[in-house]
């Protein structure tokens, strides 16, 4: 991997610099009223992670050209404090977008009323944000809101680099870095960790802030709308509260005796084996009035290939109920021997790219997607929950005016006939279901959730097709590089998760563990930041959420920041020297010991049972 853009901030005049930053509740109060709907009452609010290290970058680059810099944030009243952190830190100002109309807006909505303030108080040079936000975590406001801005955007900026009006950026997406350039006016997300962030947290200093640094902004001065729910093309419907049971079983007696009733437990909560009813059913197969019906769109991102089918295999069920078909869209989609007609298209529409950008950037495709979606008007369109297919899909959904769900982990037909998709938030304790209002229904999904489902080799072969992406693209990507594949750790279904208690030169040891039982390895935030892991193998509120069907927690405290991640593991093991570790609250077996002398009992005799029948 080449080295990445040395963070050096030159620019060659005053910027003035737009940070948008949102109030997020602290997830352990979080409450549930009995409507389903989040009780902010009460409940300590604070910055979004994220977005901190968005106001303390835009401050770094608004100072080093005497430039300005103004912070956005859309809220209730106690949101203002995000502005007062921020000017605090080094903002010269805030505009706080207020006002009982922009209740329930939905990222669409939430991207409409940004983008007017922007336009109503800029314009800007650059626009900053978090990537996303980690109570919703969908990660649409920006790309929406770049869409609706016209400007150029990149995704997850771990490296910022600005010489002149040029900058450079080297972002983290998934398990790859993209490196790219651009010219601003842009509009630029931030990954984790950019930098450090900005974080005051205290109340009495918020309050000493000049309230005339503020300017509170209605809804009727950012023009006739409409705005909030009436402008949103999603809707909450059921929300129910995911609440996850562990058994706290705290084992005593020899390491062995404790071994022998580790395994008891496994084999009694079925953790050992696959159920039978993980088998999974065959491609349904086209829907007999499907020529000319209802279309199901998929996107296909390039060397995603299991996402793909996952994706392929729930449109073609979708399609069945609906009496559509499936049309599967993307680049690199003409090799004559790739045929995913077995896996679920009836279509497979290969999109060109311009031979300056081969494969196509985002922006481009986005283009050329909508395009043929604005014309042939698709019954869905769903993505891969990745940062290329979330770029993809925003884009579209902010030109469609489309209703866009992030991050569904389930997709079904309702008895109206339209689409519903069940949607996680504040990581995985929520999961609400969304339905769409606009005749376009998109979807991004969260990829190992939906079933893999077996390709049918009598299915007919894909119809192909050609689509053309136009070349306007303001971003020029120069290097992808891939370091790890989170799909690994992802779908399977054990992992052993790694915190900073194991030391890295004991790595080589855990390896020979991890193969002896087919397991991936996971991190926690620490483990990333010390570079003992790729990033991609976070685990946590800023990084993935798994599902395995087995989880062994080595060498981790049990912070919630990271447990929150596998809450829907199947069952938890955790083995800690501390007997008073939090980590016992969130196991369904704890055994106290040291880790690696409980591995060197307990994996050999996983190895076995998982070997028999």
């Not at 509170?216 to 705005?227: F, M, Y």
């Not at 050329?368 to 884009?395: F, H, K, N, Y």
Request: hydrophobic share 40%.
């Amino acid at each position: 991997m080449a080295e990445p853009p040395v963070d050096d901030i030159s620019p060659s005049r005053p910027l003035r610099v737009a940070v948008l930053a949102k109030q997020i509740p602290v997830f352990e109060d979080m409450v549930l009223g009995p409507d389903g709907r989040m009780v902010r009452d009460g409940i300590d609010m604070h910055m979004n992670d994220y977005c901190r290290r968005a106001v303390a970058k835009g401050t770094e680059v608004a100072r080093a050209g005497g430039g300005e810099i103004t912070v956005f944030t859309l809220g209730p009243p106690s949101a203002e404090n995000v502005c007062r952190e921020a000017i605090l830190y080094g903002a010269d100002g805030g505009v706080h977008i207020c006002d009982p109309e922009f209740a329930g807006s939905d990222t669409w909505a939430t991207a409409k009323a940004l983008a007017a303030a922007l336009e109503r108080f800029g314009p800007f040079d650059l626009v900053m944000m978090g990537r996303n936000s980690v109570d919703a975590d969908t990660g649409q406001v920006p790309p929406q809101l770049a869409q609706l801005l016209g400007l150029p955007f990149a995704t997850g900026a771990r490296h910022l680099s600005l010489h002149g009006d040029r900058l450079s950026l080297r972002l983290e997406h998934d398990d790859e870095w993209v490196d790219v350039s651009v010219d601003l006016p842009a509009v630029v997300s931030c990954a984790e960790r950019l930098c450090d962030p900005c974080k005051i947290k205290d109340p009495q200093a918020w309050a000493t802030v000049d309230p005339s640094l503020i300017r509170t902004v209605s809804a009727a001065e950012l023009g006739p709308g409409p705005w909030g729910q009436a402008a949103s093309p999603t809707t909450v419907g059921s929300v129910e509260m995911v609440d996850v049971q562990r058994g706290r079983r705290m084992l005593a007696g020899s390491l062995h005796q404790q071994v022998d009733e580790a395994m008891a437990i496994l084999t009694e909560r079925g953790a050992l084996h696959p159920g039978a009813e993980s088998a999974p059913p065959t491609v349904p197969g086209p829907a007999a009035t499907n020529e000319g019906g209802p279309v199901v769109a998929v996107l296909v991102e390039p060397d995603r290939i299991r996402v793909t089918r996952e994706l392929l295999g729930t449109a073609a069920r979708l399609a069945g109920d609906i009496g559509g078909r499936v049309a599967a869209l993307g680049p690199g989609l003409d090799d004559p021997d790739d045929d995913l007609g077995r896996w679920g298209a009836d279509e497979q529409i290969n999109v060109n790219g311009t031979r300056a950008q081969r494969p196509p950037v985002e922006e481009d495709l986005a283009a050329a997607v909508t395009g043929w979606a604005g014309e042939l008007q698709p019954w869905a369109v769903l993505a891969p929950g990745t940062a290329w297919g979330r770029e993809i899909a925003s884009r579209m959904a902010a030109t469609l005016g489309a209703g866009l769900t992030g991050d569904a982990v389930g997709l079904k037909v309702g008895d109206d006939g339209r689409l519903i998709a069940q949607k996680p938030a504040f990581g995985g304790w929520l999961v609400a279901d969304i339905h769409c209002s606009s005749a376009v229904q998109m979807a991004t999904v969260r990829p190992g959730v939906l079933p893999l489902y077996r390709p049918d080799p009598d299915r007919p072969a894909a119809r192909r097709t050609v689509l053309s992406a136009p070349g306007n693209s303001r971003l020029e990507v120069t290097g992808r590089f891939r370091d790890d594949d989170s799909d690994e750790m992802v779908n399977a279904a054990v992992v052993i998760g790694v915190g900073q208690g194991v030391d890295p030169a004991d790595y080589p040891t855990l390896e020979k563990h991890q193969a002896a039982i087919g397991a991936a390895l996971c991190a926690t935030r620490k483990v990333t930041d010390y570079g003992w892991m790729p990033r991609a193998r976070q685990v946590g509120i800023t990084g993935h959420s798994i599902s395995p069907r087995l989880y062994v927690a080595i060498g981790t405290s049990g912070k919630f920041n990271h447990t929150v991640g596998v809450r829907n593991a199947g069952t938890v093991v955790g083995i800690n020297t501390d007997p008073d570790a939090p980590l016992w609250d969130v196991v369904d077996i704890g055994i106290v010991g040291d880790w690696a002398e409980v591995l060197d009992v307990l994996i050999p005799r996983l190895a076995a049972a998982q070997a028999s029948p």
